[in-house]
């Protein structure tokens, strides 16, 4: 049983904050740094159960606020897969984060143990990491002190990008077995990307190099020991915004979010035209590319962009190696609606569209072949299937140039972070296909382009009253507004638009898209305007 003894007496030391985060989101907890002690003690808990219910299998935890202010911080969980904590046990998080008082914790844990059905005798092993925020170090101990509650074997991954922590939960778990992903160390990590990326970029013509935006965040000096393993003479890249240990500095003015949101180059940052540039968000889990053409002209290459790239350089390469998979592509509603007209209609690979949130779109991935998966703001990776990785690895190419194909494939198996968008990964995954191309920017960026649109933030009462179907393209309630934004997007050429409430703001989005910048805009401001 529980040891509430020690439970009790753990939880005293770090009592609920009146407004600690309520709910385990699509983010996990989420809140300012100063509320979110108690949060994290019981997520350390919560991860110690997890674990202990899946007969000691690692879980990870991860404390990070990815691309949210500095000050603020968060907690998200790491199922033995590497992938998201399964949502059946987010209410479980919930449920503890939310109790008054320590007895009512330890109330909730036993009821948690008896609804959940875990086996206490069980073992159980977290591992643990951070973001480059000045409040981990405390917050962390909180998770610590969570774990030692409950007996937990613990595993200290300190200073780490969030798809760095998710890669050592899977290689934990499958260490020793035919599935065994890599090394459990952060070592382990560089080593075989370091090594995938030589197979791929040996005896090739190496291209100008690439500047990075590494948000002062943990990506920074990540990125920088990942290009000492490899090499600059292999990787040419610079990084910029690299500070890390600077206070007040952690996303401010730069990193993938804000450039993807206010579409321009980080702040003070004078692009040369026609280089390439790649801004990484917080935490390292998401990515985007962009440059200035000769007029100065800024150019997003985005998730979207990214989903295209990868798609058509992997399909030509399963062609040429002579593997008879299939590749697919899952989108959100936010995709822009020149993409998937480019994935289906010009490279005609099959697009699914699912809500937001990247265990929905890693899900989705998972039932193809081949699944690419991106979300537009640059958080996405590639999964293959086990079938497809046993037809990779057993495959006899029938020519010389299939043999080739074979062994890129082989080698971008290994590139590519399986367990969830990773912006050093993705990195290579883009470099290699510039690369084996010999693509400028703006070559790349010629595959479609973007239809104009606008995203808006609407306040409202309540956005529990915004519910949706068809993967967020429809809302059902409010009864009669999906009506009212059907006729506004009929008055508009190319029109197309959504409204969804926010799983991580207080507030409901509007995406809008149009054949005119000016005409997006006003659709968006119409949709906006019959929301309120
Ligand atoms: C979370 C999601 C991200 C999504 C965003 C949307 C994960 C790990 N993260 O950050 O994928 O794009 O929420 O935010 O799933 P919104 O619901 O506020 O628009
Ligand atoms: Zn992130």
Known sequence: SVNEQAVRAASAAHPRHPNSPATYGTAGFRAHSDTLDSTMFRVGLL????????????????????????????????????????????????????????????ATLKQVVQVAEVDLSQPAKVVYGHDSRPSCRTLVRAVVDGLTALDAEQVNAGLVTTPQLHYLVRC??????????????????????????????????????????????????????????????????????????????????????????QQCPP????????????????????????????????????????????????????????????????????????STKYLTEVLGVPVQCVP???????????SFDIGVYFEANGHGTVLFSPSTLAAINTHTPASPSAAAALANLR?????????????????????VVLLHRQ?????????????????????????????????????????GLQDKIDEAVKEVVGGRSFVRPSGTEDCVRVYAEAATRSTADELANKVAGIVH
Not at 203 to 218: K, S
Not at 411 to 431: F, H, K, P, R
């Open 47 to 106: 991860a110690a159960l997890r674990s202990k219910k899946l007969a000691g299998q690692t879980i990870g935890v991860m404390v990070t606020a990815s691309h949210n202010p500095e000050q603020d911080n968060g907690v998200k969980l790491v199922d033995p897969h590497g992938e998201m904590l399964h949502s059946s046990w987010e209410a479980y998080a919930t449920q503890l984060a939310n109790a008054p008082s320590d007895e009512a914790l330890v």
């Open 172 to 261: 934990y778990n499958t260490a020793g077995t035919p599935q065994a992903y890599g090394e459990p160390s952060v070592e382990g990590y560089y080593q075989k990307l370091a090594t995938a990326w030589t197979t791929l970029a040996t005896g090739r013509h190496l291209l100008p190099a690439l500047t990075v935006d590494c948000a002062n965040g943990v990506g920074a000096p990540k990125l920088k020991e990942f290009l000492k393993v490899v090499g600059q003479d292999l990787l040419p890249v610079i990084t910029v915004r690299d500070n890390h240990t600077l206070a007040g500095n952690l996303n401010m003015n730069c990193g993938a979010d804000f450039v993807k949101t």
């Open 267 to 338: 702040r003070n940052v004078e692009l040369v035209p026609w280089q390439r540039y790649a801004s990484f968000d917080g935490d390292a889990d998401r990515i985007v590319f962009y440059y200035a053409d000769g007029t100065g002209t800024f150019h997003l290459l985005d998730g979207d962009k990214i989903a295209g790239l990868a798609a058509g350089f992997i399909m030509d390469l399963v062609k040429d190696s002579g593997l008879g998979v299939k590749v697919g592509v899952v989108q959100t509603a936010y995709a822009n609606g020149a």
């Open 356 to 366: 937001t949130g990247v265990k929905h779109l890693h899900h989705a991935a998972e």
């Open 411 to 431: 080698a971008l198996v290994d590139l590519i972070n399986q367990t969830v968008g990773d912006a050093i990964s993705d990195m290579l995954l883009v470099e």
């Open 439 to 479: 693509w400028t920017p703006a070559q790349w960026d010629a595959a479609y382009t973007d239809y104009p649109n606008r995203l808006v933030k609407v306040l409202v009462q309540d956005r529990h009253a915004f519910t949706t179907s068809d993967a967020e393209r429809k809302v059902d309630t409010p009864a």
